[in-house]
């Protein structure tokens, strides 16, 4: 790829943005305020710190790489290979990386709920946008059939009794 043409046409960035609106929403919700300092359903991580997480990975880290010159040279790589390192084989996973991102959301959670959404404005909607979840089904969808194949998708989108356990978990 080159530098002279756009890494992301403006329908994928109007789709971001109404994704990210949405999240901050989610994140900035009393709710989760409440129960910022629970457990949540992720091993080793409290609510806050999955907020921290989500917060800093979609938000922070992507508008840091937009401040960045534009990459040159890039080898493209499919959606299964981007993902591959970000899967979890089970809910201790000890991998350094997963560590010390379970490490760094504890220490940006324990700054409070309001300290994570600030100075990041987003709209409170009662559904993520449309065009935001189908390209997540999609990334989803091929996440699944690269790691189980198509029978076992169809096979868990259609016959509950036949679907391996855990075929669309896919992260």
């Known amino acids: 790829m080159s530098g002279d043409s756009p ?11 109404g994704a990210a609106d949405w999240l901050i929403g989610v994140v900035a919700h009393p709710e989760i305020g409440a129960a910022w300092d ?9 609510v806050g ?11 922070e880290r992507v508008i840091a790489l937009l401040e960045l010159p534009a990459p040159v040279d890039l080898r493209p790589v499919d959606i299964p290979a ?12 000890d991998d350094p990386l997963f560590v010390a991102l379970r490490r ?9 709920q309001v300290a994570v959404v600030a100075s990041i404005a987003g709209l409170e909607v009662p559904a993520p946008p449309t065009d935001a979840v189908d390209v997540c ?15 076992a998708v169809l096979r868990a989108f259609t016959r ?8 669309l978990r896919v992260l």
């Open 38 to 46: 629970q457990s949540s359903s992720l091993a080793n991580l409290s």
């Open 137 to 151: 089904v999609s990334v989803c969808l091929e996440l699944a059939r690269a790691r189980v194949g198509d029978v």
């Open 82 to 93: 981007f993902y591959a390192p970000n899967r979890m084989d089970g809910p201790e996973d």
């Open 7 to 17: 890494l992301l046409s403006s329908a994928q960035v109007s789709c971001y943005l």
């Open 104 to 112: 760094r959301s504890a220490e940006q959670a324990q700054q409070g």
């Open 49 to 59: 710190g999955v907020a921290a997480h989500v917060v800093h990975g979609a938000l």
């Open 160 to 167: 509950a009794e036949r679907a391996e356990e855990g075929a």
